[in-house]
């Protein structure tokens, strides 16, 4: 299994709303990454979780809240989100140390805020 | 610090043309060096990676690249350009552990 797996694929949201975006890889890879994709942009990394623990964080605002409950899944919580926060969310996993570190990336949540 | 320049953000081929997409890099460490594709309202998929096994590197598709240290490019060509290989398409390095970084993308169009 080389999948990464995002749910769901689009999403509309008000900007009162409280929604989750969910991001699943059965690789065993111990590292995850959100990013935030603009329409003809290259992806901008927002978090990554090594081993389950927030590593990096890009001073992303903080109605953006990740959670890795485990080293399979990872999810990105959303609240109070102003519309140039739409955009496409990307999951990517990765493992770590091994010297072949390379990136597998789901297919992304559409993201539209109103 | 390491950083990828991609070179020509729109680049159109005649169908059965030579591709050829570029990629610089600047890396204080031996790189490891990417192409990644991405097709419309998709993820990007790998297509290959340079980790100091050897300079030429195949991927998938066809498509290869060549790391050449003297001039720091990674350039991305395939022999004939098929439709299919109408996509966006990133560069990215890093030098290891979890920081990956991405040039600014390519459009590839390729012409009937």
């Known amino acids: 299994d080389t999948e990464v797996t995002q749910t769901p694929k689009h999403l509309v949201m008000g900007m009162t709303n409280k929604k989750s975006l969910k991001c699943e890889q059965h690789m065993g890879h111990r590292a995850m990454y959100w990013y935030k994709q603009k329409a003809k942009k290259p992806p901008e990394l927002m978090f990554v979780?090594?081993?389950?623990?927030?590593?990096i964080n890009e001073s992303v605002p903080s109605r953006f809240s990740p959670e890795c409950p485990n080293s399979s899944l990872l999810n990105l919580h959303l609240h109070a989100l102003q519309p140039e926060d739409s955009a496409l969310y990307l999951c990517a996993s990765s493992q770590v140390g091994t010297g072949d570190e390379k990136l597998f990336f789901g297919s992304g949540t559409q993201l539209s805020v109103l | 610090a390491q950083s990828v320049t991609q070179l020509g953000s729109h680049v159109s081929v005649s169908e059965g043309a030579l591709v050829l997409l570029r990629c610089n890099y600047s890396s204080s460490v031996p790189p490891y060096l990417f192409w990644y594709v991405q097709y419309p309202n998709q993820g990007l998929q790998l297509l290959l990676k340079?980790?100091?096994?050897?300079?030429l590197v195949k991927g998938i598709n066809g498509f290869e690249a060549e790391f050449k240290k003297s001039e720091t490019s990674f350039h991305l060509t395939k022999p004939s350009a098929h439709m299919s290989d109408a996509a966006e398409y990133f560069c990215a390095v890093t030098a290891g552990g979890n920081q990956f970084y991405f040039g600014t993308g390519t459009s590839l169009t390729v012409i009937p």
């Open positions: 340079y980790t100091s096994a050897a300079t």
């Open positions: 979780y090594s081993y389950e623990k927030l590593s």
